[in-house]
Each structure stands twice: as C-alpha cells, then as structure tokens.
C-alpha cells in the first residue's frame, strides 16, 4: 500500500461528459503529481501542485484543469471527453520534488 | 526534454533464470526510479536510486549517474515478477517523472 489513494477506481461515461478524479496524499507529502497512461502515448506527466500551488505543467489538455485544496487532496476535472481520453489516471505524491514519489492505484477511466 | 530508453522491450524467462534490464537517459538527472506495473495496472515503487547500488531481496539496481545509465537486476525470477517494468526519472531541474516505454517481462513456470 503506496498511502496514495485514488477514487473512483473505474469510472465509465460517454463523449462530452465531464468527471473528477480525486486524490489523497501520503500523509505528510506536500507535492501531488497527476499522470496519464494510454497505449499510444505510454505514461506521460499532467500536471504537479505543491501546497496548494500549481508548480509545474506537463502535456495536460485546455479541458483538463486540476487544484490541491487545504487539506491537500487533489482533484483533476476532465471536461468535453473524447474518446481518446480513455487511460489510466495516476495520482502520486512526495514530500518534495526530487524525492521518491509513490503512485495511487489510478483511476481507469472508459469513454463510449 | 530528457529522453529515456529502456531495453529490452520485451523479455520472456523461465523461471528461476536471472535478468538484467537497461535504462539509458540522456541528462543529468536528481531522481530515478524503477517500478512495477502488474497485471492489474499497479504501478509499484520499486527503488529510488539517483545513483550507487541497492538491493532488496531478489531485486538489486544500480545507477551510473556520470555514465547516464541505471540497471535492474532480478535474480531467480517468479511468475509474479511477469509485468512491466518501468524507469522514470527526474531531470534537475524539473518537477516530474519522464518515463521510458518499459520492458515487458514474461516469467513461464
């Protein structure tokens, strides 16, 4: 058990839909990072807060948009799907950049 | 960006053999790490290693920092090592993980 926890595990939905995908830190870790894993573009980096701030951004699409509230939860929105959205979502975290980060279960999203 | 290359891609093992798996990357890096991703999509931190030599029961890695290069060994391989096995590092400077395209390990009994 990483400490990083992921919901939903799964969650299917249609094309123009919009979902949340939520994030729980490893307790004590400040930095959130979200990634994406598809079969044509392997495991590819979003976004990362850390304490609440948006620190670095990676190949995130405009309908995508994320935050890190207080308590240090995460949320990714993805709105306007396609079906090329459909991937694994990971969530990892770390006490800070450069430190080993330790990945969640992800979120297996389905557009049909 | 910092490239990362993993070899090979695809590896099948009877089990009990020995393997060695290869990551290249092209700069300087202040964190790499190894993972497993099983069967049900997990991704398992493996080691951080940056640079020197860990070992951890059947796994041990090694990273030459200066020569760009780490090494992922697994000695008498089980048929729950069968995954895909993952480097990813950190260039210096940034704040993410770049991962290579994995190698896929097939252990038969």
């Known amino acids: 058990d990483s400490g990083v926890t992921q919901t939903p595990k799964h969650l299917i939905t249609a094309t123009g839909q919009r979902v949340t995908l939520r994030c729980s830190p490893r307790s004590g870790d400040l930095s959130v990072y979200w990634y994406q894993q598809s079969l044509d573009q392997g495991l590819q980096f979003l976004i990362q807060?850390?304490?609440?701030?948006?620190?670095a951004k990676g190949n995130i699409l405009e309908r995508f948009s994320a935050q890190q509230f207080p308590d240090l939860h995460s949320e990714l929105n993805l709105s306007s799907l396609e079906l090329g959205d459909s991937a694994l979502y990971f969530c990892?975290?770390?006490?800070?950049?450069?430190?080993?980060?330790?990945f969640g279960d992800g979120t297996r999203l389905s557009i049909l | 960006g910092i490239q990362v290359e993993q070899s090979p891609p695809d590896l099948i093992l009877q089990e009990g053999a020995n393997s060695t798996l290869r990551c290249n990357f092209s700069d300087s890096v202040n964190n790499l790490q190894w993972f497993h991703q099983n069967p049900w999509g997990q991704l398992i931190n493996l080691f951080y290693?940056?640079?020197g030599t860990k070992q951890n029961g059947r796994l041990s890695a090694t990273t030459v920092a200066t020569e760009r290069y780490s090494l992922l060994y697994i000695s008498s391989s089980q048929t729950t090592d069968s995954g895909v096995y993952f480097c990813?590092?950190?260039?210096?400077?940034?704040?993410?993980?770049?991962f290579g395209t994995g190698t896929r390990l097939t252990v038969i009994p």
């Open positions: 807060y850390y304490n609440g701030e948006e620190r």
């Open positions: 990892a975290s770390s006490v800070d950049p450069g430190q080993p980060q330790h």
């Open positions: 990813a590092v950190e260039e210096t400077g940034a704040n993410n993980l770049f």
């Open positions: 290693i940056p640079s």
